[in-house]
């Protein structure tokens, strides 16, 4: 990122919002050589790849179309559906990967979910985690119960 001014290459960023559509941030840098500040707008497309090997972009919408069918029955609105896609979505930023595939999108929806609700949590884990025995779910509510928060299995 080039200083406007003097070219310089070396800049600090003083501050940075993410827009209104979460697809690009705006960063206020200071040029380290003159001084001047100046704004960037940066757009971080986000991309996913799926397991058959197509790329799309990261959507929120389909995150909570992902976790809606996990809470039926349960007393989760679409309010705190869309609270978790935005966290989802934050989580995968802070990686500052481009591109991350629906393994990684996965993984960053337990976290979240688990805090949501632990029974959605343990249908959306059974599904993602392929658990094909008892023992797995077993392992995952006793996981629950201990209240850790370590990485699923
Ligand atoms: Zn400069």
Redesign the pocket.
Known sequence: MH?P??H?DGSRVVDSRTAEDGASIRRRRQ?Q??G?RFTTLETTGLSVCKRSGAVEPFSREKVMTGVRRACQGRPVSDDDLALLAHKVEESIRAGGQALVDSHEVGLAILGPLRELDQIAYLRFASVYSSFDSLEDFEAAIAELRAGGRGEPA
């Open positions: 200083c001014f003097c310089h040029c050589q003159c001047r």
